[in-house]
Nanobody
């Protein structure tokens, strides 16, 4: 069956870094765009960023929400069917449950907490 498994969440101090991973099982994830979303407590789910499928062949195949632009980087390892979300210079407002998504498939979510 097709499912996404996220890992890498946890606690980090402000200014720190954390990398999340999303492993797709049951299909070749590199043929689809992967999106990252997050939902903070009491807030609506918001778009974080995405990476295009490898079929596009774009030089710049990623896009980001303004609040994370320049701090977050999305990449993929096609051989491992894995997409990464590298988060640098984390801020308290980045605290949220992070989800990866491909088409109508969603990961279980992983908690990221940024605090002193």
């Amino acid at each position: 069956q097709v499912h996404l498994v996220e890992s890498g969440g946890g606690w980090v101090q402000p200014g720190g870094s954390l990398t999340l991973s999303c492993v797709a099982s049951g299909f070749n994830a590199s043929t689809y765009s992967t999106n990252w979303f997050r939902q903070a407590a009491g807030k609506e789910r918001e778009f974080v960023g995405s990476i295009h499928s490898s079929e596009y062949g774009f030089v710049d195949n990623t896009k980001y929400e303004d609040s994370v632009k320049g701090r977050f980087t999305i990449s993929r390892d096609n051989a491992k069917n894995t997409v990464f979300l590298q988060m640098n210079n984390l801020k308290p407002e980045d605290t949220a449950v992070y989800y990866c998504n491909q088409r109508f498939y969603w990961g279980q979510g992983t908690q990221v907490t940024v605090s002193s």
